[in-house]
């Protein structure tokens, strides 16, 4: 079977990503577009991956019928638009996480792709970096007896764009845009249980000049087995990214940093090139990482992706997956306005952006 033709659209960090992670495994996919608004980016980039065609407009791309799956690395408020519009070109969707600013849109989403007969595949790498895919396995095998708490963290000194500053274009603050990742983790970890009720403690600690949104989040998600998941966010940890879990059991339990435990410990005292994600010197000490991408899964995910379309392999990771989390980060911001927990299901209709249910808890007191 021929190569999974994916376009990507988006042009920077998280395109670069997909794009790099897309060669490292070459044998199931192959990156034949990109497309991007900015004048000159999407050239500049099929250039550096050495992409053939590069368009301006993504709807350009969605008419070419070579391409079969297409990677959304677009700021939020884009993913529920362009899923739609690719499903309805009849393109398999890879959306970045998060899946989208409404619980509306991942209906709508899931939908337009199931009725295109098409794959709407959630990016969660957590899924595939193979030291929690070690921890996982070792958990389903038994090693720690049975699994009461889950904790993964995700933090760094703040986002590299400006949209994720702003609210109306990203949703939320840091729960958003790191603790989607926690939420989806703890989740799959566990065997993919009900969610019972979720409270979040979250604030602006340091950027309020900057944004309306949060930087500092702590969610305690409680399962319907009866474990718990807690997820500890940040964007004020200066010193490069922070990524770990924590598994407890009452057999054992075991500990893993996604980056920190595959570093180098490094003093240089005029510095080099790069380090990690986020940190912002390379002089001193420091903890450069090797195989960054390869850790964190994205390469092992989109062969998975491809696999799948070419019906080899069935998604670990799909729209519904993007639905649960999306619901999760409804009843945590709710939860942070309302200073309680919040039990599930929990789907107020009409919200335009998850943060708002902090922000007005009146939104979450009309909707229970
Ligand atoms: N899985 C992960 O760990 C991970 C990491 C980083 C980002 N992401 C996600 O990927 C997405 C992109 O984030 P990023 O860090 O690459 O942001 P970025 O700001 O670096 O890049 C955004 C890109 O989207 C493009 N864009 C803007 N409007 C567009 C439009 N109308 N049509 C097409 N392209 C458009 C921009 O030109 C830019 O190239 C976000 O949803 C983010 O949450 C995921």
């Given at each position: 079977m021929s190569k999974v033709k994916l376009g990507i659209i988006g042009s920077r960090f998280q395109a670069d990503c997909i794009a790099a992670s897309v060669k490292a495994m070459p044998e199931e996919a192959e990156v034949v577009a990109v497309a991007s608004p900015t004048p000159g980016h999407a050239e500049a980039f099929a250039r550096r991956h050495a992409i053939p065609v590069f368009h301006s407009d993504y709807r350009e791309m969605l008419r070419?019928?070579?391409?079969e799956m297409i990677s959304i690395t677009a700021p939020n408020r884009l993913h529920a638009r362009i899923t739609i519009e690719a499903a309805q070109a009849g393109k398999h969707v890879v959306c970045e996480?998060?899946?989208?600013?409404t619980l509306e849109d991942a209906d709508a989403m899931i939908d337009a792709c199931a009725k295109a007969g098409v794959l709407l595949l959630y990016a969660e790498e957590l899924f595939f970096a193979p030291k929690y895919v070690k921890a996982k396995q070792m958990a389903d095998e038994?090693?720690?007896?049975?699994?009461h708490l889950v904790k993964q963290g995700e933090k760094h000194?703040?986002?590299?764009?400006d949209w994720f500053w702003d609210v109306e274009q990203s949703g939320g603050g840091a729960l958003m845009d790191l603790g989607c990742h926690g939420i989806a983790f703890c989740w799959w970890f566990l065997g993919k249980p009900k969610v019972k009720s979720v409270y979040a403690q979250v604030s602006t600690q340091v950027h309020g000049g900057r944004t309306e949104g949060d930087d500092e989040a702590i969610t305690l998600i409680e399962f319907d087995n009866g474990a718990v998941g807690m997820v500890e966010n940040s964007w004020?940890?200066?010193?490069g990214m922070d990524d770990r879990i924590e598994v407890f059991g009452d057999k054992g339990q075991t500990y893993a940093d996604l980056l920190m435990g595959n570093a180098l410990p490094t003093y240089s005292e005029v510095g080099f090139g790069y380090a990690v994600e986020?940190?912002?010197?390379?002089?001193?000490w420091t903890y450069p990482v090797f195989e960054e991408q390869w850790n964190y899964g994205f390469p092992q995910e989109m062969r998975h992706f491809a696999r799948c379309v070419r019906g080899k392999e069935t998604p670990m990771s799909d729209g519904e997956t993007g639905r649960v989390v999306q619901e999760v980060l409804y009843a945590a911001y709710a939860s942070a306005g309302l200073g309680r927990k919040v039990t599930l299901p929990f789907r107020p209709k009409g919200?335009?952006?998850?943060i708002d249910l902090w922000k007005h808890p009146g939104l979450a007191q009309a909707a229970r």
């Open positions: 070419d019928p070579a391409i996480k998060p899946l989208c600013l038994g090693a720690f007896g049975r699994v000194s703040g986002p590299h764009s004020n940890r200066p010193g986020k940190a912002a010197s390379t002089r001193g919200i335009t952006k998850p």
